[in-house]
């Protein structure tokens, strides 16, 4: 009987290939028992090491850190899967706080924290936040356990876990319409709406030299960020996020200025709006989705109680007997 790994690691391999070496080393040293590896190369690899007996190597030449990751979630048969972008390393021991978390059902992904190569008391990324107007905010204040509040609403891209099930939900890997710089965000927003919950772990931290992802510019900065906020309204309140969003953009067309960016992004703010259509087939998407969590939670909220009324039930007889 083939064994089915319990955890999928995935590294979208989209930087220089000392980054990807660099991370391979590390993660082959230290990786679990029951681990799968995956690297997706985006350029080509001459595996000089020998490693494809441990690693299974696939390509996607020319492809970004998204659509990398991407395909190695949908070949991958680990129930969790671990994304860590090329150029990350990890400790002894990282996933060790992190794969409890999943115990919960409501729990669709952890955020490792990311420090620092070099200054390891600096942290790089503790999850990724929601801005106005359309904006990916980095959080560097992790909580000190991961049962204190934290305002991430997700992971970032360079290094997160996730349940495979809800990332089929909400179409089966990274979402590739905005682009790297803001697919974690928008992955987040989604599960958050589908009544998922994203825990920040403290104690599991990773190590980069820089963060992989990096932030778009000209008119793709415009039109993802516009894409993000129209392919989330259904998580933000059509009429209240149109109100708040016109001023956001307001200030982000206005804060363009110097860097002589305005006529881009508003141009590919505008573009954003001539695919209303995909729009709407997400919004299906994340109905759905949203549906059927509640669905398996009130499920698994039943089997949970059934033991103990199948006691009481079992019970109540034998208490009219004494009685009696």
Known sequence: ???????????????????????????????????????????????????????????LLGAGTAACATLGIRV?????????????EVDDGWTDAALPHFDDPEVAAVAPVIRSGTRPE????AGVK???????????QPPKSSADASDALGPTIDAAFYRKSALVAL????????????????????????????????????????????????IREGLYAERLFLRN?????????????????????????????TLTQFAGRLAAWFSLSDYRLHHRLLAVARETVEDELADRAVIAR????????????????RAG
Do not use: W
């Open 1 to 59: 009987m083939v064994s089915v790994p319990s955890l999928s690691c995935v590294i979208p391999a989209v930087g220089s290939i000392a980054d990807l070496e660099a991370t391979l080393v590390s993660v082959l040293e230290k990786r679990p028992d029951n681990c799968e590896i995956i690297v997706v190369l985006n350029q080509p690899y001459a595996d000089p090491y020998g490693l494809s007996d441990e690693v299974r190597f696939l390509e």
């Open 76 to 88: 991958c048969d680990g129930e969790i899967v671990h994304v860590l972008a090329a150029g990350l």
């Open 122 to 125: 600096r942290v790089l990324a």
């Open 130 to 140: 929601y801005g106005p107007g359309g904006r990916r905010i980095i959080c560097t």
């Open 171 to 218: 179409g089966d890997g990274i979402p590739l319409a905005v682009g790297d710089s803001l697919a974690d965000i928008d992955l987040a927003l989604g599960l958050t709406f589908a009544g998922l919950r994203t825990v920040v772990e403290p104690e599991c931290e990773v190590i980069a030299n820089h963060l992989m992802v990096s932030e778009s510019s000209g």
């Open 233 to 261: 309204l259904p998580a933000n309140g059509r009429f209240r996020a149109f109100a708040m969003h016109a001023l956001s953009v307001a200030g982000a067309l206005v804060a363009s200025i110097p860097r002589g960016r």
């Open 306 to 321: 059934l033991p103990l009324e199948s006691s009481a039930a079992g019970a109540e007889p034998e208490r009219r007997k």
